[in-house]
C-alpha cells in the first residue's frame, strides 16, 4: 500500500523523534500491528520495525484515483507499553 505525508510535517517529526515519516513508511513493510486510535477523523496505530527497533505511527487511511493509500502523521519510537503489546501480538 502507498504511504503520504505531509513534507513539512515530517520535518517537524524527524526533529523531535528522530524519524522522518518517510522513513517510518517502513514500518508496513514487515510483520506490524495495526489497532484503532480515533473515530474523528478515524486514525489508526501500527507497530512495527524500522531503523533497527521498534516504532510507532499513526496514520490515516484514504483513497485518490489510484485507490487507498495511508497517510502518515506522526511517528514515534515505541514505548515498552507498545513493545508488550507488539510481542504479544505478533
Known amino acids: 500500500m502507498r504511504c503520504r505525508f505531509n513534507e513539512g510535517k ?48 499513526i496514520f490515516e487511511i484514504r483513497s485518490d484515483r489510484q485507490g487507498e493509500y495511508r497517510h502518515l502523521v506522526t511517528a514515534w519510537k515505541a514505548t515498552v507499553q507498545e513493545e508488550r503489546e507488539y510481542a504479544e501480538n505478533t
Do not use: T
Open 10 to 57: 515530517s520535518v517537524l517529526v524527524q526533529r523531535k523523534h528522530g524519524i522522518s515519516l518517510e522513513q517510518a513508511c517502513e514500518v508496513f513493510d514487515q510483520v506490524h500491528l495495526v489497532d484503532r486510535m480515533n473515530d474523528d477523523p478515524e486514525q489508526y496505530r501500527a507497530i512495527g520495525w524500522c531503523l533497527g527497533g521498534l516504532w510507532s505511527v
